[in-house]
């Protein structure tokens, strides 16, 4: 008896112990942001643009595909952001919510004129603000990009995200920035920080499309890489994973992509190590590649020389693609590749005295390239291509 009446007792404490609603809000008094375009305004303000989600039936109106629209655009300014983002409450009432945020998108003009660390400074300091939200360059007014129609997704905000994330992938021509890697970026040894740069495509620029990547140092702008040198320093970065690589012909003055070989990667590995040599540094490139034969235009693979032949023509198309993208990083002076990290990890006091210069010294490194390509399969059991005469 009084075992329970104990029990009943220490239940009684735990029951009273249990948090209450004290400080609860209503569903009803917040609005979820799904996405924040800031721009560049006059007299030193910020435009800011905020897709607010809205609340839909879930059947959607009866001939209009996708339904009712799922959310809603609200323009504010003010001299900073905090103030810009308590005006929103002025126009619908609630206040805003930002535990739900998918994409931050900045105009390329605003991050020309400010440091990028002090246009989201609100951001990694409110508590509710995610760090996984992915952030954005644009080309032009970032708030016309949340004006845009979704393909696919309920909203561009969310489209947004999944072209960054899928992108990063499967064929890595731009990447996935989250405000956490782009405060790590911010704060490495070399200040680099790679941003996905969006602009208008497709029929009469009415499609929203990731070309490549903004460049920021320190929080300033620095250009822009393309997309193929997007794939180039994944691969350096060893976070290329997946996709395609195009051969092209030998002995063939078409250089054209229509009349080159596609290989698709199926694993990829790299290995960078530095090597001091005095005040200088070479640095060592080793590549590993296996992959699959996606489209034949000009070769065949009859013998196990055939092959052979071919995959030294892949490793000598990516070591090419290699150095031509190292050439134009060495020639702007920036360390795409994160080298200079890796000096401050394992030689720091060294690093403290190169690190002033570092610029002038990456574009003296010397480079050298080992790659090595396996080709796994021709996807088909014929062994040339399609086109060609049956020989």
């Given at each position: ?60 109106s009866q001939g209009q595909q996708g339904g009712d629209i799922s959310y809603i655009n ?318």
């Amino acid at each position: 008896m009084m075992r329970h009446i104990a029990l009943t007792g220490c239940l009684m404490v735990c029951v009273l112990l249990l948090p209450g609603c004290w400080d609860k809000t209503e569903l009803t008094d917040r609005s979820l942001i799904l996405g924040l375009a800031i721009d560049k305004a006059d007299n030193g303000m910020v435009d800011l643009t905020v897709q607010i989600y809205k609340p839909v039936h879930s059947g959607g109106s009866q001939g209009q595909q996708g339904g009712d629209i799922s959310y809603i655009n609200v323009q504010t300014n003010g001299n900073t952001m905090f103030d810009g983002i308590r005006d929103i409450i002025l126009q619908i009432g609630r206040k805003a919510q930002w535990s739900h945020l998918r994409a931050i998108i900045v105009e390329d003009q605003l991050v020309h004129r400010y440091p990028i660390g002090e246009v989201l400074d609100f951001f990694y300091r409110d508590h509710e603000a995610r760090l996984s939200s992915s952030f954005f360059i644009a080309r032009g007014k970032a708030s016309q990009y949340l004006k845009m129609k979704p393909l696919i997704e309920k909203t561009v905000s969310q489209q947004l995200l999944q072209i960054t994330k899928k992108t990063d992938q499967y064929n890595y021509k731009t990447t996935d920035t989250s405000l956490l890697d782009l405060f790590l970026g911010l704060r490495s040894q070399t200040g680099i920080s790679l941003v996905p740069y969006i602009t208008k495509g497709g029929d009469n620029g009415q499609n929203l499309v990731a070309v490549g990547m903004a460049v920021l140092k320190k929080g300033t702008w620095k250009g822009i890489v393309s997309p193929q040198d997007s794939q180039m320093i994944h691969m350096l970065r060893n976070q290329f994973k997946s996709g395609i690589i195009r051969v092209p012909c030998e002995g063939q003055s078409d250089s054209s992509d229509a009349n080159k070989n596609s290989v698709e990667v199926l694993s990829f590995h790299s290995k960078l190590k530095p090597q001091i040599d005095g005040e200088s540094v070479k640095l060592h490139i080793f590549l590993q590649i296996s992959g699959a034969i996606g489209e034949m235009r000009c070769m065949k693979l009859k013998t196990p020389e055939d092959e052979k032949k071919f995959a030294a023509t892949v490793a000598r198309t990516v070591e090419e693609s290699v150095s031509e993208a190292l050439n134009r990083m060495k020639k702007k002076k920036l360390d795409l590749i994160g080298l200079g990290d890796r000096i401050y990890r394992k030689h720091p006091a060294l690093w403290k005295r190169w690190r002033s210069n570092w610029g002038e010294r990456f574009a003296g490194a010397e480079i050298d390239i080992h790659t090595k390509v396996k080709i796994k399969n021709s996807g088909t059991a014929i062994p040339k291509p399609l086109s060609s005469d049956r020989q």
